[in-house]
């Protein structure tokens, strides 16, 4: 599961209300050997996770749907992971399902997934994305480090802002390691999240790519560090309109969300139930087009703050939420999920993501790896570029809903021209929309194609993304 | 309606009479009423949780998923239905059941041809989670089938409703 943020966007900068460090360098002992414990229990269970999602059901019928695909969600319980929220969830009624490593609650008792999808839409909700890697790297080469392993321009990335990235494949084919949110907590601090699929993938991509800059002498003087101690923490998003209202309900000190921007963070402090207070870093973005915010919280106070937010919002307000909305909702905002519509094999271009590449690093020249595939495929072949040959495109499917795997036709019993690869009916449109990669040609808005469900060609449409409207808080 | 379905699906656990033996009071029930004569519709479910009632002539069933299914699908969205007139083997996919989180595949529980198919699942799909089991008008069954020998021989295969239970039962332990 992802979540994806803009380049960061214009705004006043902003007072830091207590110190980064601080927020960032708190961590008891009991912290340090419960992450170690994760790291090693979760290592070896998600080797190969990439491709780990959750299509959950049962699982004799869902064997039965050759449209639905499991991964590694028949990974053994025993060898799963719990988020520091694990207890509240099954106070919450939760079902639990593997997912990333860890159980996950698809959904919780008081909501069906349409439900809580609307829910979100209409109100807030909280999701539980501990599950994700927090990941931070120090030092004075940290932002060249970067720069090198994904294609964004972090020399100039303010500090409290974030941007959404891709690390690549080191051989240079432009392929997408995993998707990533950057924030720049401090000068020479990148505070890296990536997905809980991609673990043990990328637990080796930066140990090699670390190690591989630090021996090379000309980074003497830019040595990098990954740095654990973001590991622990919990991961919690608040989501919907009525975010910023509940948050500026729990926060100790007179912060002014609303000069808090989509793309910007800053730390702060939560008033817990108990009476004491809890240090977050705030983030505004997350993973459903709506407003809301992501917190970063030491792992021991994640259910406590989760706790303050759900007591501050009440029921009618705010609700837990699980992967099931989570999955629903992104799909609307056309994000992409990793293992599902950005793999290996995809480049950013293909991959309808080449915004993420800022002008200043366009060039084959700009030194990130796959730089040479991905300038070339930025041009289109009518501009002397070399464009792409496939890209990921938006559609709108008559009766059957597709989704992942299903096949795309040219319309007529026409040729295969490519693959859904997400898709689910619309709980806000009512209709079924799916995300999937087309040859280029086909790619544009109101190309009529076939998908075929069970066999059987459906009527389908290519549509603009995202198919829900986005809601971030940008500001006047 | 939703709120009489609740209720009895609260008190499923239970229930020991076969369901489409239960009157279920619906706001249309004036055409299917308690007062309908018993049938002695023998009721058998898979392991991939659907349902099949057979009549006692043995010719003639109705198909469709089991409350404990449409339960873990959550809200039905879109419900393909079987094509009229087919003949299927057991096991074969006749259909699917789609939420907003997963779609499942409908297979046939015995040998048999499709004669109808329960129409009102186009416009209101979520049926199914209201009354999945209930095979009379208004009901959220899939089908109705005819059945010969060969169909009558693979409901030995099927479980009855106890064991179908403790089957399910063992499964969300899981």
Redesign the interface.
Known sequence: MRRALALAGRGPAHTATSSPAAVLARRSVSHITASNSQLTSTSTSTAKTTTAHF????????A?????RHGSSSTPSESLSKTPLYDLHLAYGAKMVPFGGFHMP??YESL????S?TFTREHSSIFDVSHMVQRLFKGPGAAAFLQRITPSDLDNLPVFRSTLSTLLHANGSGGIVDDTIITRVLDGWFYVVTNAGCRAKDDAYFDTEVAKWNRDPSHAALPVEQSDQMSSRGLIALQGPDSQAILSFVLTEPIDLATLYFGHCLPAHVRLPAGDTCDVLISRGGYTGEDGFELSIPGDQAAAVTRALLDAGGPARVQLAGL?AR??LRLEAGMCLYGHDLDDATTPVEAGLGWIVPKARRGPDAGYYGAEVISRQLVPISKGGAGVTRRRVGLVVE???A?EGAEIAAPGGGDKIGVVTSG??S?TLGK?IAMGYVKEGMHKAGTEVDVLV?GRPRKAVVVKMPFVETKYYKGA | MASIARCLRAARPALKVPVSRVCSARAFSATTTCNDPPTDALRKYT???EWIDLSADLKTGVIGISE??AK????V??V?LPEEGKRVQAGD?IG?V????????I?APVSCKITAVNMLLEEKPATINQVPEDDSHGGGWIAKVSVDEQGVKDLDKLMDEKAYEEFTAT?EE?
């Open positions: 299509r959950p059901f049962i699982p004799s019928r869902r039965a749907a050759p449209q639905v698809v959904q069906s997934v349409g439900q999808h099931g999955d629903s009766g059957a809903p989704r689910c009916p709980p079924n069970r | 392991k991939e949780h404990y299914a873990a699908l959550g809200d969205v879109f393909e996919a699917a789609e939420s907003v989180k997963s779609a499942a595949d297979n499964e899981h």
